[in-house]
């Protein structure tokens, strides 16, 4: 076991803990912190009623993984009146050391107590495995993670680890199936997904931030993204789970971003400490030309957002920062006839109403008809 020596650290909230190796004298600890554990979340292997640990046998266990300075078993402790309490833990090992072609693979699994979630401590053991990873030569770590645990796999994704597939029923818990994902981070591998050779310019209005999108994005994106309500009235199928929001950035807005197109921007709130992207706004090249003469514009926006006037202060930002910077000549755009909101929307924009095409889209199993706008370039330079 990798020796990690007793280290301070504060949490986000002020609460002083000690990261250390665990050592055999933590058994009686481990096994409260495993009953909490089940107790608090269905999102670990631990369930309620689960037999205690053998504490001998985990002290015997504990001490031979002291021979192996590829494994880590970290623990996080809160100061307790009668000494020591676990609050945390994340376990690494080596998937197959002996097998030449696997050696590589590492694997790991973190709990933590609920009480300390959200202040900081996830996102310290990850930081923490990633350089105990580089020291015994993982080159990949996997995890498995439920798909219901959403706070768990956004630590993960942000840390920079990739949702590699979903195994469908991966639990049976109270009777029912439970999906997880398979996740996977790997280090000195090239990543196409995260080149970054061209991103649209951040920009900037009184109450949002528009940037490019990232993978870290995905879940954010799919709070609002399988909602019926918003995907009614766009021209894509609500998101069914975080692997089509993730889809939709690696296969839709990474390669608009190769191809310069200022399409899509995320829409983030300034004043939400979270960061969390709220939506979407951009324009994409609407002739198959590789020139920014004439464009389309598109957005979607989480639906408790609605009302407030930010799409049309998104749009606004995007159309002065295009027209100021590209040659674009048209922006066009279209939504359907029963969107009054955004039909509102683009006409604060200063779109000009052109006209109505009958049964012009079949979406969600029905044609619609659409309502046309654009703002020529003429046009903005009057407004």
Not at 55 to 80: C, I, T
Not at 136 to 159: F, H, K, S, W
Request: glycine share 8%.
């Amino acid at each position: 076991m990798s020796r990690f020596a007793p280290t301070p650290w504060t949490s986000r909230d002020g609460t002083q803990l000690v990261l250390r190796t665990l050592a055999p004298s933590d058994a009686p600890s481990f096994g409260a912190f495993n009953a909490r554990i089940a107790e608090e979340s269905t999102h670990t292997l631990r369930y309620v009623g689960q037999p205690d640990p053998n504490l001998e046998a985990l002290e015997k266990r504990w001490s031979a993984a002291a021979d192996d300075a590829s494994s880590l078993y970290l623990g996080a402790f809160a100061a307790s009146g009668t000494g020591e309490r676990l609050v945390g833990l994340v376990a690494f090992y080596l998937l197959r050391p002996e097998h030449p072609w696997l050696l590589h693979i590492g694997h790991f699994g973190m709990m933590i107590l609920k009480e300390h979630w959200g202040q900081g401590l996830g996102t310290q053991f990850l930081s923490i495995l990633d350089a105990h990873a580089a020291r015994v030569g993982c080159l990949r770590i996997e995890a498995e993670v439920r798909t219901p645990n959403e706070r768990g796999l956004a630590l993960y994704l942000r840390a920079g680890y990739e949702i590699e597939g979903t195994r469908r029923g991966a639990a049976r818990i109270d009777g029912a199936f439970v999906d997880s994902y398979v996740i996977a981070k790997r280090f000195g591998v090239a990543a196409p997904d995260r080149d970054r050779s061209w991103r649209p310019k951040e920009l900037s209005t009184q109450r949002l931030l528009l940037r490019g999108l990232e993978l870290s994005d995905a879940l954010a994106i799919f709070a609002y993204a399988r909602d019926p309500e918003v995907a009614k009235w766009t021209l894509w199928s609500a998101h069914e789970s975080p692997a089509d929001s993730r889809a939709f950035i690696r296969e839709y807005a990474f390669p608009s971003y190769a191809r310069r197109q200022h399409e899509p921007y995320g829409l983030i709130l300034k004043d939400d400490p979270s960061r969390e992207v709220v939506g979407t706004v951009g324009c994409f090249r609407s002739d198959g030309s590789t020139k920014d003469l004439r464009l389309e514009m598109g957005y979607a926006l989480a639906r408790p957002h609605w009302g407030k006037g930010l799409m049309a202060e998104a749009g606004a930002e995007v159309l002065r920062h295009l027209f100021a910077t590209t040659a674009v000549d048209r922006i066009q755009a279209r939504c359907k006839v029963e969107n009054v909101g955004s039909a509102r929307v683009l006409e604060k924009l200063g779109m000009r109403y052109e006209g109505t095409l009958r049964r012009a889209l079949t979406h969600a199993g029905r044609p619609w008809d659409m309502k046309y706008y654009s703002i020529l370039r003429d046009d903005y330079g009057a407004n």
